[in-house]
């Protein structure tokens, strides 16, 4: 087998598990032998390769800029979806919380459920005594989201909390995600 220092940049992209299957131009020639008057070939990833590292960039920065608006008291996304001022997929609500599905999906299941009235509730670390019964009711609207969207046998709810696990909306929500195998570790 040859050594990690023998390998070309291409030969590399293909070896990797991200890019398997994709097709790679011929490797580049060697520095000293590049014509100047034509330069070499451009080595090209996959779209869907290069707006994944992308957009994890972006959902962080998102993250940050949201965290400085945070606590203003201005109203979300979600209190705006919660008012019926932007449309949104609504799979379940009643008196206390409202689920719908997120614009985004990160699996084919992929649902959001926030209390209908935020109280101070915009991220779970700033959770008080006052909040356990909203929170516990969250929880059990995740397992009837779960039930109706038939993965019940098999989800993930995951609750982003502040800019270093990327929380880009300061209104509490939990993310209900199903309908394939998730891996671990998710982060």
């Given at each position: 087998m040859a050594s990690t220092a023998a390998l070309t940049t291409s030969s590399l992209l293909r070896r990797s598990r991200a890019l398997r299957g994709?097709?790679?131009?011929?490797?580049?020639?060697?520095?000293?032998?590049?014509?100047?008057?034509?330069?070499p070939?451009?080595?090209?990833?996959?779209?869907?390769f290069?707006?994944?590292?992308?957009?994890?960039?972006?959902?962080?920065?998102?993250?940050?800029?949201?965290?400085?608006?945070?606590?203003?008291?201005?109203?979300?996304?979600?209190?705006?979806?919660?008012?019926k001022e932007i449309?949104?997929?609504?799979?379940?609500?009643?008196?206390?919380?409202?689920?719908?599905?997120?614009?985004?999906?990160?699996?084919p299941v992929h649902i959001l459920v926030i209390p209908k009235i935020r109280d101070g509730l915009t991220q779970l670390g700033k959770a008080e005594p006052r909040h356990a019964e909203v929170l516990g009711h969250l929880l059990f609207a995740a397992k009837l989201v779960a039930e109706k969207e038939g993965?019940?046998?098999?989800?993930?709810?995951?609750i982003n909390n502040g800019p270093e696990a990327c929380q880009s909306v300061y209104h509490l929500h939990l993310h209900v995600l199903g309908g394939r195998q998730l891996k671990w570790p998710p982060g």
């Open positions: 994709h097709v790679f131009p011929k490797p580049l020639p060697n520095p000293s032998s590049i014509n100047l008057a034509r330069p070939p451009v080595l090209l990833l996959p779209r869907r290069m707006c994944r590292n992308a957009a994890s960039g972006n959902e962080e920065a998102a993250a940050k800029a949201a965290a400085e608006i945070a606590d203003t008291g201005a109203p979300t996304i979600f209190d705006k979806i919660i008012a449309p949104s997929t609504i799979v379940y609500e009643d008196d206390k919380v409202l689920a719908f599905r997120d614009v985004n999906p990160q699996a993965i019940v046998d098999g989800f993930r709810v995951v």
